[in-house]
């Protein structure tokens, strides 16, 4: 069975480009199923994302597990859909949604077929990247997001009063900082504790003073970190003190028995939704409603996040799920967490380009 490295930071690795907002896809080879049901519903989606325990009440019906191939860069996946490839259900993020829709590859999904639905946070459901044109284009199932993980013994105190990203430009900290080492999380951070609000679109103007805290905040990094992994061994050993960082490195660090904590800054935090959309050639729609019925099943959900430390939008998860995991994630109260997050959004290719050059340049010393 397909199994996240270290739970979930597989698909955090494979989620650089999310936060690069250039998001890509690509094809790994199927998995042959001989069960019965291998051929009702071909499921596009990410390592780890087939494991039986989300897919139990699809199991029990249809004997079996359903045709899986799995997303590793999202552009070579789209690409191939364009010339004709169908996968039934493919589980992007919600950044990339419109992308498909207008392709015309996706349908809407009729949300009347489906048993949780009812159960999905709100908020979820009406972000403008599921729901657009007046239809819903993707179920949201889960979520995760980016902020400060920082070691509570080893930053002052002040810091929990008053979290900010300003911590990871304060010369207090200089050599014992990190950053994600994308445009999106250089260019962004630096757009939100400069007061911008339009972290997505930057005017000119407002690049060239992100470039200047950019080029101050390098100067003080211990590290850019491009794998999880390493990140969390500079915070276990106490090398980092505040880093841009995950929930899945979150709880790692704290099964490790590191003093750390995923701040809620004043700016807020990222947060990605990912889910499911359906191809307008879907061969069994049945079947497709079912599978997407069990992945966002309640039992699915506590078990998705005991698992792989990623929120469910079923808000009856919450309530099968181990209440101190759910406290280690900072997880406990998904409403509030979502209502003080900021949803990456696609970029306009050219904004896009400006960025990775700013910070193409900002790593070369510029």
Same mark, same amino acid.
């Not at 015309?104 to 489906?114: A, E, H, M, N, Y």
């Given at each position: 069975m397909p199994k996240p490295i270290n739970s979930s930071l597989s698909r955090r690795t494979i989620l650089k480009s999310l936060a690069a907002l250039g998001v890509s896809y690509s094809v790994m080879p199927v998995f042959s199923n001989p069960a019965k049901a291998a051929n009702e519903v071909h499921y596009h989606t990410w390592s780890g994302y087939d494991s039986k325990e989300l897919l139990k009440p699809y199991i029990d019906k249809y004997g079996g597990m359903p045709e899986v191939s799995h997303i590793a860069s999202e552009e070579e996946s789209f690409t191939k859909m364009k010339t004709g490839w169908a996968p039934d259900l /493919?589980? @992007?993020?919600?950044?990339?949604? %419109?992308?498909?829709?207008?392709?015309?590859?996706?349908? @809407? /999904? =009729?949300?009347? %077929?489906?048993?949780?639905?009812?159960? /999905?946070?709100?908020?979820? %459901?009406?972000?403008?990247?599921?729901? +657009? =044109?007046?239809?819903? #284009? +993707?179920? @949201?199932?889960? #979520?995760?997001?980016?902020?400060?993980? #920082? %070691?509570?013994?080893?930053v002052d105190k002040s810091f929990a009063e008053n979290p900010s990203w300003a911590i990871l430009y304060d010369e207090k900290y200089k050599g014992r900082l990190a950053n994600y080492e994308t445009a999106a999380a250089v260019v962004q951070c630096a757009a939100l504790v400069l007061g911008y609000e339009n972290i997505y679109d930057l005017t000119d103007e407002q690049l060239a003073e992100v470039k200047k805290l950019a080029s101050k905040q390098r100067d003080m990094l211990r590290m850019y970190w491009s794998d999880a992994t390493q990140l969390e061994q500079a915070m276990a050993s106490g090398e980092v003190v505040a880093a841009y960082g995950w929930n899945a490195s979150l709880v790692n660090l704290k099964k490790q028995g590191v003093d750390v904590e995923m701040a809620v800054p004043k700016e807020r935090m990222f947060t990605w939704i990912a889910g499911f959309t359906m191809h307008k050639n879907v061969k069994n729609e049945d079947a497709a409603y079912d599978l997407i019925d069990a992945w966002s099943s309640a039992e699915s959900g506590a078990w998705l996040m005991e698992n792989y430390g990623y929120g469910s939008t079923n808000l009856k998860a919450y309530e099968k799920a181990d209440a101190k995991k759910l406290a280690d994630l900072g997880i406990s109260d998904p409403v509030a967490v979502l209502s003080n997050s900021l949803f990456f959004k696609s970029l306009d290719p050219a904004v896009e380009k400006k960025y990775q050059t700013l910070f193409a340049d900002v790593q070369a010393g510029g």
């Open positions: /493919i589980h @992007p993020g919600n950044y990339n949604v %419109r992308k498909f829709l207008d392709a015309g590859l996706i349908k @809407p /999904i =009729d949300t009347s %077929r489906l048993k949780n639905w009812e159960n /999905i946070i709100e908020s979820v %459901r009406k972000d403008d990247s599921c729901f +657009m =044109d007046g239809a819903q #284009y +993707m179920i @949201p199932t889960e #979520y995760g997001n980016s902020s400060i993980i #920082y %070691r509570k013994d080893l």
